[in-house]
């Protein structure tokens, strides 16, 4: 499996729920694998000043959990989707009309932010049979041991699947999503040389990198690079997103 | 239902928690400065006045509203700040809503030589103006929250963001019993001090237990605080609600019959939300009762039939507080008053020994009653 | 030196007094009250970081402002509205300064179903407008007094007025050691249970007594509440008057070296006066220390060398609210600021203990803070 | 004896000092015997607002103790006059300084009105010594024991001596100085008849009383009475005091 380059991440319905699919076809056009998409929530605990706006903008024009979905039923030209969310609309959804929505959609596993493992593990377990796995988070606060049950309680399916469905997601830094405050890499590569000594299962590593050197020094330990704040950021200016994902591919 | 970021802190703390509860010299530090700087056990008073004016044969009243800074909330953020320089933090970061718990918080703070940065909403940093001004004279900082209705669910967002940004440094007090594990159950542990004395204290001074306890719920620290101690004793136990203004979904904050079980803030209970699983929108004249979630705990009592839950009004609470202060001389919190507000009822119903939980007093909240009750 | 009208009263009421002080019924009910509504015994506080920061060895403070209505003044003004409705009296006319007196005595009337008109000053209703609100829910009518500089002499001047024109049906609750006979003995008397409180907490606490015990003086109840008590005990006794913002007559509020012996308001003391037998005009920043005479029975142990006066400028008290709010997270009054100031000229004499009263909470003087400290 | 008709009251220094003894010679040439002078002070205690506002007035234009007492020095053709004051000014000035600014004065005697007996023994037995008795008071509160007590310890020097020496002054009713807000005469009339039966000595009665029915009413009992907050208001308006002092004599 070659390296997938970069994993943007778009929120549903910012812009608008229209524009998304232009979007995602030119991310797969740029030879992206797989993409990060936002449902956006209300109360948006784990993300930073952009995204927590973008989810507001989204809700606010319309962008409600349904008709995001809806709205990527049936797409031929997308990457494979990462949906990331908070569980809480997942849960007023209910498994049976989540699965109803799923299914006609290029998403492939579930990026669900405030979910450990367990806590819904009867509701996990069932998405992951139906060919929706959760993505394991590593954070700069999560032990070795403590990674190692993480990544065996959300196993990698093997090469045989795709990138979005085997890859964990390694948090750079503490805090919330949003573009980087000078963000010292040196930790974080040292995190990720030591979980690549855990497991060979393809890892993103997300939280704070924006400028192309962060992004090419993930690349350099054979990682991925999320872009998303910054992303969104620059979307809202109005840049297309070609040039967006293009600048930060080099 | 916590981001991963937080979980090994909050496994941490409830190791640290558990290792606090089993060590007699924090048990001691604890008793220590709860009867020395927070005064307690605080009283319970009688209020025949007011008993006779409802029809009551006899009505306590417990007095949170003379601890120190005027609310149960400094019994846990007395107790988290100690367990937090136990823990070797040196940095607290707190939410508040109707300012209560960040005075406390950082009066905690000041007290044992702790940095404090409290969250608070714009819209209760303009209804509490006073709790704004008693924290910065603490010496902590107060964030101004913007987004949403900027109340105490946007300045608890917005302190979780916090925290998971500085974990490994600083303690997050979360002031109601809600939050992630452990959280509900360290404040729950740390306020039912306030039931404990309550029952002995009534027990001393009428012989015998009331017919109803009653308190009001926000998050459930009060609520749970007061009535878990009387769990054992086949009375009444009842829970009072913001019912706002209006029965519709953003017109009250009455989780009961206006939520249904979703997740927020990391636990999951009872919650007012839209059918999206978005939260929704509450009001309540009381900038502590307009959250929009009951505790975890609570909920689960409720819904277990242990806990009778019922909702007041704004202007059943207003009239409440009034009634308080000319009967009896004391002058209660909003939050409190809607705890009062139950009582007519609870006497047409037949009750006649009730114990009340008065879990703060009213000064913050003046110029609401100047202006809602025409002063 | 009372008008004749009221000398009739007066002895009716000493009489009623001492027959109260032998009823244990009085007694028993008004211990009950202390407890029970009150919140009595207040706590005694050590504050280690503040002792710390001053190079101090230890530090008690008595938490007067964890009473009910957050002042002293409750105690006396509980315990004279018992003794009116033992008199018969259904009515209460009271002054007020910083309104905590008034408050208080508005909170007892409610309590006691006795109705209750306040005279305050308008320069007083004006910084201490929260203090008029509390009064007006609990029922008080506020009547204000414009005559001279609108503050607590003038509040007096016109309750006795008041009292003169209704002294067979209502009672005059003076809530300072001041006044006519037998108005100075009732409020000390019914204030020392502070000190005798503080005495014994001080003695558990720290197995000795202080070198030093401190107290701000107004007309004196709080300062001779706290150290009437430590009469026999050999120990330094001080009492801090309001230094203002300068040392001509008009700029402050010190009467041991501003004032010389003079008839105010019923009793002669250590009177703040002009040449010609005027009263003067005062200045402090805190409205309840800003009265021009020193209680006659303070000023008697004053001359008699018992008790040092020392005067705290307002700059002074203001620094030093900010320090025990910083160190200790405890928000005083102003008045009881002016005690606090007095620590750091302590601890240059060499006092390594010092127990200091903590006459009121801060809350009603926070805008001053406010605007004083920047915040 | 005759009885004096009238006790009038006048506030010293208001309208103005220089007014005092223009206003003492009408009076005078009116007939009456006696007028009281009040001393202003800064915390009439025992006054209504219209005594209070007088007295402010006066301080503020320079009416001190000393200069009220100046004013009135080497007056020939004044009533007797009674010092209305509070006690503190005198023990300011000090029980010589005072003496040596009465002599001179047609002040007979002193209305000290928070001066009970007792209070300042010394001080009192000097002036009573020296020609200035204080003239007691007696209130609606005070009981029939306290008041023969109380015209034992200020006695009537006797027929011999003017009427501002020998009067005792009957509080009309509870309250302070001020014209009666529709006074009832009854418990007064039934007060002064009592007193009649207790002392030969002239009574003058006080507090509340402007209206000619009342004034007609205390003098249709033998004795005199006294005109104070309705004069001084009077005055204020500019109206002469002749006409104010006629309007009440009859």
């Known amino acids: 499996m070659t390296l997938n380059p970069l994993l943007p991440f778009l929120m549903a319905g910012d812009p608008s729920l229209e524009a998304l699919p232009g979007l995602l076809a030119e991310a797969r056009a740029l030879g992206l694998d797989a993409v990060e998409v936002g449902l956006p929530h209300s109360d948006p605990i784990a993300d930073g000043p952009v995204l927590q706006a973008a989810a507001h903008r989204a809700i606010g024009r319309g962008a409600t959990p349904r008709r995001v979905l809806e709205s990527l039923a049936g797409l031929t030209d997308s990457p494979d989707l990462i949906l990331f969310t908070y569980v809480n609309p997942l849960l007023q959804l209910g498994l049976d009309p989540l699965l109803r929505l799923l299914e006609p959609t290029p998403v492939r596993s579930l990026l669900v932010v405030d979910l450990p493992f367990g806590e819904e593990p009867g509701f996990e377990a069932e998405l992951r049979a139906a060919g929706y796995p959760m993505v394991p988070l590593l954070a700069p606060t999560t032990t070795s041991d403590r990674a190692k049950a993480l990544l065996g309680q959300r196993p990698d399916p093997g090469p045989g699947a795709p990138f979005a469905q085997r890859f964990a997601y390694v948090v750079a830094r503490l805090g919330v999503t949003g573009a980087g405050q000078g963000t010292d890499l040196d930790p974080v590569v040292a995190r990720v040389r030591d979980l690549q000594g855990i497991t060979a299962r393809p890892l993103a590593v997300g939280f704070g990198l924006s400028d192309p050197a962060s992004l090419r020094a993930v690349r350099a330990l054979g990682a991925t690079p999320v872009i998303g704040s910054a992303l969104v950021a620059d979307l809202t200016t109005g840049r297309p997103i070609k040039a967006c994902l293009e600048a930060r591919l080099v | ?375």
Chains 1, 4 share one sequence.
């Not at chain 2, 020395?36 to 949170?64: C, D, I």
């Not at chain 2, 909330?73 to 209560?100: D, P, V």
């Not at chain 2, 719920?217 to 054992?232: C, D, E, M, R, T």
């Not at chain 2, 009375?235 to 519709?248: C, N």
Request: aromatic share 4%; hydrophobic share 45%; with cysteine.
């Open chain 2, 1 to 375: 239902y916590a981001p991963e970021t937080l979980m090994q802190p909050l496994l941490d703390l409830e190791a640290a928690f558990r290792a606090a509860l089993d060590d007699p010299g924090f048990q001691a530090e604890l008793k220590a400065e709860l009867r020395h700087f927070v005064g307690r056990p605080t009283p319970l008073t009688p209020a025949p006045r007011l008993a006779a004016k409802l029809g009551l044969k006899a009505l306590y009243l417990k007095r949170e509203d003379l601890a120190h800074t005027g609310a149960h909330k400094i019994n846990n953020a007395l107790a988290q700040a100690l367990l937090a320089r136990r823990m070797g933090r040196t940095e607290i970061i707190a939410e508040t809503g109707a300012g209560q718990h960040g005075v406390a918080t950082a009066a905690a703070c000041a007290r044992l030589g702790l940095r404090c940065t409290v969250y608070m909403g714009v819209t209760d940093m303009a209804r509490q103006a006073p709790n704004v001004a008693r924290m910065r004279l603490f010496g902590a900082t107060v964030r101004p929250v913007e987004a949403g209705q900027g109340t105490l669910k946007e300045a608890v967002n917005e302190a979780l963001r916090a925290w998971a940004g500085h974990c490994t440094e600083a303690h997050y007090i979360l002031g109601s019993a809600l939050g992630p594990h452990p959280f509900p159950t360290l404040v729950r542990s740390f306020q039912t001090v306030i039931g404990e004395e309550a029952r002995a204290q009534v027990f001393e001074q009428a012989g015998a237990l009331p017919e109803a306890v009653v308190a009001c719920a926000g998050g459930g620290s009060n609520g749970l605080g007061l009535l878990i101690p009387f769990a054992g004793d086949g009375l009444r136990r009842m829970a009072v609600e913001a019912g706002g203004h209006g029965r519709a979904l953003g017109e009250h904050a009455a989780r009961l019959d206006g939520g249904r079980m979703g997740v927020l803030h990391g636990c999951r209970t009872l919650l007012l939300q839209d059918e999206h699983g978005h939260t929704a929108e509450t009001a309540s004249v009381s900038a502590g009762l307009d959250y929009p979630a009951l505790g975890p705990e609570l909920a689960a009592l409720v819904l277990d039939g242990k806990v009778e839950v019922r909702r007041a009004s704004d202007d059943e609470a207003l009239a409440a507080a009034r009634l308080l202060c000319e009967t009896e001389g004391i002058l209660p919190a909003l939050e409190s008053s809607h705890a009062l507000a139950l009582l007519p009822a609870l006497a047409a119903e037949g009750a006649a020994t009730v114990l009340l939980g008065l879990s703060g007093r009213g000064d913050k909240d003046l110029s609401t009653y100047q202006s809602r009750l025409e002063l």
